[in-house]
């Protein structure tokens, strides 16, 4: 079967070639290659806040709340719904999706009940531990709300150093001497959007004693350096007796602990508790000194039991990806496999069409390869063929690409992909106006809320506006085939609001517009074009100049940014020469980054990681082609007079860090080709059974040619020629295989250089 299938495949090859040079010029490094590029490891999010249910009502007449739902990655706040107003079962139904730029234990989801004049009050929780995160990849589930306690909201790590010393005291007995160093902290969480100004508490706990020590305060930083060191004495009995220079004797190493507590010093307020670990002092029994890394723990009583089910729950979907993409000649054959697909007959024995088959969440597979195919200018011949198989199978007129096909998959993520320029140009100045508008325009008499007229709402809460207006502009694109009956409309309400649009002046428009972007004629340019709009938000600057007293202070600011300028101050994109992370130790806050441009750099600090890794991105590609870029830059602020990262004391010193790698120059369409290809090799690995079933479809179909039977596992495949799919599968394990050695090497590699007690590998942290 193999050997029949050679020449079809021989025959497509020149075409690939031709057609994707840059994949197929490149090969797998050669055995005992040792590559010394790092891997890439990239974390994304993608998913719905679906809606909540039977949430705790209030105690008084009125027990309806208003909601909203936040995302959190262990303490830091990364996304928030809109508020959902008097409901105790509100429906968001909010995609979201964003880069994870850092290290995260926890994926959280709050729920909280919005209120004016004090601070916002936490209904309850949803906290996923990022090992479990697979369990619910790709399916919507209802999670029962958790009750939030402050003593088990925790993050960070703490770096600690234990020593036994042995002391002959002035009365010639001998004593043991307990010494802990504490070194520095990571990571601790921000307290109200700022960081916090950590210490530490240091007791020696047993039965009968609790000796406590404290470091001094450090202020505005999460990463605090303590490097504060702790003398403890170990008292012995009179029956002591010398085993070793350094061994405590075991009944009373067993009953000794450290604790560690992390404190916010709250000043004026109370002092914030977060986090604490303790360590037996037996982990010194085997050697005289013990260091290492450990993950904050929540407090004994964090977790007191509760009956969480009159808390209410949450409907989410989520899907968590983590990619280790390795450097790009490792992912030239597959990329040739799949850039030739257009080419291949049937399109149904082509790797990509293939892919689509076999994954088990058909959104998962499309995505990466809609991007990969776009990049390559691969796309539209493809949709094409697989649009073509539709048709052939169709039986129903009426049931065009109404399925779930691949066909219809590939154009829908192709035209979010392609059309979100278009659609912020023509609806988002709307689009603004309806979500700052509070006025309703129900008019399904179901729901309609007491006191609301149906009449009146034809004038004009906002997730339910934006609903009509869908399903509006859905029918008036249908209007060539709508007659005006009742029974033509599934909902009937619809049909006395749509005797507004039977006027023959708005059918007319309705048509030209319709004609006009479904036509394949190219309109002349008129020579200039709308700027690109990027990205918008709040962010806080640092100010450029000085005040009267000398200081520089952070203010507030409304940043947007085109594919022609950057404001707040309309700085010009061809005037900036990098966008780069600026160290937390610059000025004590985190998230900040930093746009270098002609004049002064300027410096901001975002919201969240998540909002500065996507300013940092979307900067970096929007400038990429900018002349006179950096190629070295200062990660540190100059600062009374010198950098704070090299000490050169000249402002205009050279950079003293190379730049970042450039990204992907086109502006609206931001594709790593490497990161997709990586993404479709990981949903292979996981569809390997389903390939193999596959692959024993097409012996089975080549050998025997009869009608069958029964339904069997094999006739929900579309197979149309059994020996070229044979073929291409064939192809596809063995590219498979060859990229599991280095993913396999790599992991090995991790493994052992992440120490149990390192800083990537913490005391405490589950696996």
């Avoid at 450039?662 to 990586?678: K, S």
């Amino acid at each position: 079967m193999a050997a029949a299938a050679a020449p079809a495949a021989a025959a497509a090859a020149p075409a690939a070639s031709s057609e994707a040079p840059a994949a197929t010029a490149t090969a797998e490094p050669e055995a005992g290659h040792e590559d010394h590029r790092e891997v890439r490891v990239l974390q994304s999010l993608r998913g719905k806040i679906c809606e909540a249910k039977n949430l705790l009502p209030y105690l008084g007449p009125n027990k309806m709340r208003d909601c909203f739902c936040t995302i959190n990655l262990d303490q830091e706040e990364v996304y928030r719904t809109q508020v959902v107003e008097k409901s105790l079962s509100p429906f968001f139904s909010e995609e979201f999706y964003f880069e994870i730029p850092r290290a995260f234990q926890y994926l959280s989801f709050y729920v909280y009940d919005k209120n004016v004049l004090q601070r916002d009050l936490r209904i309850g929780k949803v906290a996923i531990k990022k090992e479990d995160l697979c369990n619910h990849s790709g399916k919507e589930t209802w999670f029962s709300l958790q009750p939030v306690d402050s003593n088990s909201e925790v993050q960070g790590k703490v770096h600690l150093e234990l020593k036994l010393n042995e002391l002959i005291t002035e009365n010639g007995t001998v004593c043991q001497q307990l010494v802990v160093h504490i070194k520095a902290c990571h990571g601790l969480p921000l307290i109200n959007g700022q960081s916090c100004d950590p210490y530490a508490t240091v007791s020696l706990v047993g039965p009968s004693r609790n000796d406590q020590k404290k470091t001094k305060v450090k202020k505005k930083t999460s990463n605090p350096q303590f490097n504060e060191i702790f003398y403890f004495e170990v008292t012995r009995s009179s029956s002591y007796t010398r085993k070793s220079q350094f061994q405590v004797e075991e009944e009373d190493i067993e009953k000794l602990e450290i604790r560690i507590d992390l404190w916010n010093n709250g000043n004026l307020v109370q002092d914030i508790f977060l986090g604490e670990l303790k360590v037996p002092v037996n982990v010194l029994r085997s050697d005289s000194s013990h260091q290492a890394w450990y993950l904050l723990q929540p407090r004994d009583n964090g977790n007191k039991s509760s009956k969480t089910d009159d808390l209410g729950s949450l409907r989410l979907n989520i899907c968590y990806t983590e990619d280790y993409v390795l450097p790009s000649e490792y992912y030239g054959p597959l990329k040739t496999l799949l850039l030739k697909s257009p080419d291949v007959q049937p399109i149904s024995a082509s790797a990509a069409y293939i892919f689509g088959e076999i994954c088990r969440d058909k959104n998962d597979a499309v995505l990466p390869l809609v991007r990969l195919l776009l990049h390559h200018d691969k796309l539209v011949p493809f949709a094409t063929a697989v649009a073509e198989l539709d048709l052939k199978d169709t039986q129903d007129a009426n049931t065009i690409f109404r399925g779930n096909s691949l066909a219809t998959r590939c154009l829908d993520e192709m035209m979010k992909i392609v059309g979100g320029h278009y659609l912020k140009v023509t609806l988002k100045p709307i689009i603004d106006e309806i979500c700052e508008s509070s006025k309703s325009c129900e008019i399904d008499p179901i729901k309609l809320k007491e006191g609301d007229n149906v009449e009146n709402n034809k004038d004009a809460p906002t997730i339910r506006t934006l609903t009509l207006i869908s399903k509006t502009i859905q029918t008036l694109g249908s209007w060539g085939s709508l007659s005006k009956s009742k029974s033509s409309f599934k909902e009937t309400f619809m049909c006395e609001f749509f005797k507004m649009f039977q006027e023959e002046g708005y059918i007319i428009a309705v048509k030209k517009f319709l004609d006009e972007i479904s036509s394949t004629e190219t309109k002349e340019s008129s020579g200039t074009s709308e700027p690109v709009h990027l990205k918008e938000g709040e962010m806080h600057k640092r100010a450029q100049g000085r005040t009267r007293i000398g200081k520089k202070n952070f203010k507030k600011r409304w940043f947007c940014l085109t594919s022609r300028e950057l404001t707040y101050h309309k700085q010009p994109v061809k005037n900036i020469l990098a966008v780069e992370k600026l160290e937390e130790s610059s000025f004590n806050k985190k998230n900040m980054f930093q746009v270098i441009h002609t004049e002064k750099p300027l410096y901001v600090q975002a919201n969240n990681c998540v909002e500065a890794n996507e300013w940092i991105d979307v900067l970096c590609r929007v400038s990429r082609c900018n002349q006179n870029r950096l190629s070295s830059y200062h990660p540190s602020a100059y600062i009374n007079g010198s950098w704070l990262c090299c000490q050169e004391t000249s402002e205009n010193a050279v950079g003293c860090k190379p730049c970042t790698a450039g990204v992907p120059a086109d502006i609206q369409i931001d594709i790593d080709e490497d990161r997709e290809t990586e993404r479709i090799y990981s949903l292979f690995t996981l569809s390997l059974l389903k390939l193999q079933k596959m692959e024993e479809a097409c012996g089975t179909i080549a050998v025997y040619q009869g009608p069958q039977k029964e339904p069997d596992d094999y006739s929900n495949f579309v197979i149309e020629d059994s020996v070229t799919t044979f073929k291409t599968i064939q192809q596809i394990k063995s590219i498979i295989e060859k990229l599991d050695e280095p993913h396999e090497k790599y992991r090995k590699k991790r493994s052992s250089s992440a120490k149990y007690g390192s800083k990537e590998n913490p005391i405490g942290k589950t696996s």
